[in-house]
């Protein structure tokens, strides 16, 4: 009767293309529900992660500290990381700042070797990071001999 150029209502259909989505984000939906809710199917991304963690640590190598207590240079080495990478928390002279007095004869977390290049490889709660992916095994131990001059002294 009337033409127009208009566009017109098309007497209350969906168009088959956006039937077809919908139906196909329904069934989407429901098969990713069942395939990763643990309670259906029993998937975890924690027991995913535990694997991982579980290979990674197979194929790790374990760090060895070395021993530099009588090496001068190797002192002189850990003198220069320290001032570079230890200072701004615990000063240039390790009497502490932001971090504790490196020092003091008795340390929180251990006054030998060892448990210093593990304090520095592995950090510390509440604020000491680990040292060991930014400046590698060799150049803590170094450190260590250092901080075991100062308390020497």
Not at 10 to 32: E, V
Not at 46 to 51: A, P
Not at 95 to 105: E, Q
Request: charged letters at 25%; hydrophobic letters at 35%; proline letters at 7%.
């Amino acid at each position: 009767m009337y033409e127009t150029q208009e566009p017109q209502d098309g007497h209350g259909k969906i168009p088959k293309g956006w039937l077809l989505f919908f139906f196909g984000g329904i069934i989407f939906l429901i098969g990713y529900i069942a395939s990763y809710t643990p309670a259906i199917s029993g998937w975890s991304f924690y027991k995913e992660y535990d694997k991982e963690m579980a290979a990674a640590a197979k194929t790790e190598k374990p760090v060895v500290m070395k021993e530099y207590s009588d090496d001068k240079e190797a002192i002189h080495e850990g003198k220069e990381i320290f001032a570079n990478t230890c200072a701004p928390c615990h000063n240039a002279d390790a009497t502490g700042g932001i971090g504790p007095n490196l020092t003091a004869p008795k340390l929180k977390y251990g006054s030998n070797q060892h448990d210093l290049y593990e304090t520095v490889t592995k950090g510390r709660p509440n604020g000491m990071p680990s040292f060991l992916p930014q400046i590698g095994a060799e150049k803590v131990s170094k450190v260590v001999a250092f901080l075991e001059t100062l308390r020497k002294k």
